[in-house]
C-alpha cells in the first residue's frame, strides 16, 4: 500500500500561500475556520465575520479588516502591519507574538484579548477597548493611547516608551513594573 505523503483528512486541508477574498469567504461559509498561513496581504474585508477562525502566522500586511467580527479569532504570529483594523471586534482573540505595527485599532474591541509579546509599535489605539487584555511583554514604543480603556488589562513589562497615553483608563491595571493601578 503506498503512502500518499499530501493527503489530508477533510477539515484539515493545509491553506498555505496566497488566497482571494472570495475564496476565503466561500470556504468559511462552508465552515472552513483552517486559514493558517494564508497571504491575504492588501486585502479588503470591511465589515467581514469571521469570528473563530485560525490565522495564525498568516500575511496580513495592510488589510482592511475595518468593522470586521473577529472575536475568539487565532492571530498568533500574524503579520498585521499597517492593517486597518477600526473598530473591529477582537473580543477574547488570540494575538500572541502578532505583528501591529502601525495597525489602526481606532475604536477597536478588544476585552480580553491574549496580546502577550504583540508588537504595537506605532499603532493607533485611540478609543480601543482592551479591558482584561493581557499585554505583557508588549511592545507599546510610540503607540497613540488616546481615550482608549485599559481597566483590568495586564501590562506586565510592557514596553510604553514614548507612547501617547492621555486619558486612558488604568482602573485595576497590571502596570509594567507589576504593581496595580487602582
Request: some cysteine; charged content about 20%; hydrophobic content about 45%.
Given at each position: 500500500?503506498?503512502?500518499?505523503a499530501g493527503w489530508?483528512?477533510?477539515?484539515?486541508?493545509?491553506?498555505?500561500?496566497?488566497?482571494?477574498?472570495?475564496?476565503?469567504?466561500?470556504?468559511?461559509?462552508?465552515?472552513?475556520?483552517?486559514?493558517?498561513?494564508?497571504?491575504?496581504?492588501?486585502?479588503t474585508l470591511w465589515?467581514?465575520?469571521l469570528s473563530g477562525?485560525?490565522?495564525?502566522?498568516?500575511?496580513?500586511?495592510?488589510?482592511?479588516?475595518?468593522?470586521?467580527?473577529?472575536?475568539?479569532?487565532?492571530?498568533?504570529?500574524?503579520?498585521?502591519?499597517?492593517?486597518?483594523?477600526?473598530?473591529?471586534?477582537?473580543?477574547?482573540?488570540?494575538?500572541?507574538?502578532?505583528?501591529?505595527?502601525?495597525?489602526?485599532?481606532?475604536?477597536?474591541?478588544?476585552?480580553?484579548?491574549?496580546?502577550?509579546?504583540?508588537?504595537?509599535?506605532?499603532?493607533?489605539?485611540?478609543?480601543?477597548?482592551?479591558?482584561?487584555?493581557?499585554?505583557?511583554?508588549?511592545?507599546?514604543?510610540?503607540?497613540?493611547?488616546?481615550?482608549?480603556?485599559?481597566?483590568?488589562?495586564?501590562?506586565?513589562?510592557?514596553?510604553?516608551?514614548?507612547?501617547?497615553?492621555?486619558?486612558?483608563?488604568?482602573?485595576?491595571?497590571?502596570?509594567?513594573?507589576?504593581?496595580?493601578?487602582?
Amino acid at each position: 500500500m503506498a503512502f500518499n505523503a499530501g493527503w489530508l483528512p477533510p477539515g484539515w486541508e493545509m491553506s498555505w500561500g496566497d488566497m482571494d477574498t472570495e475564496a476565503l469567504v466561500r470556504r468559511y461559509a462552508q465552515g472552513d475556520r483552517n486559514f493558517r498561513e494564508v497571504n491575504l496581504a492588501g486585502a479588503t474585508l470591511w465589515r467581514i465575520d469571521l469570528s473563530g477562525a485560525d490565522f495564525s502566522g498568516a500575511d496580513l500586511v495592510g488589510v482592511n479588516l475595518s468593522e470586521a467580527n473577529l472575536s475568539g479569532a487565532n492571530l498568533n504570529g500574524a503579520n498585521l502591519t499597517g492593517a486597518n483594523l477600526r473598530r473591529a471586534n477582537l473580543s477574547d482573540a488570540k494575538l500572541m507574538l502578532a505583528i501591529l505595527r502601525g495597525t489602526n485599532l481606532e475604536r477597536a474591541e478588544l476585552t480580553k484579548a491574549q496580546l502577550e509579546r504583540a508588537d504595537l509599535s506605532w499603532a493607533t489605539l485611540t478609543g480601543c477597548n482592551l479591558s482584561s487584555a493581557d499585554l505583557s511583554r508588549a511592545n507599546l514604543t510610540d503607540a497613540t493611547l488616546t481615550a482608549a480603556i485599559l481597566r483590568g488589562a495586564n501590562l506586565k513589562q510592557a514596553k510604553l516608551k514614548w507612547a501617547t497615553e492621555t486619558t486612558i483608563d488604568l482602573g485595576w491595571t497590571i502596570l509594567p513594573d507589576g504593581t496595580v493601578h487602582e
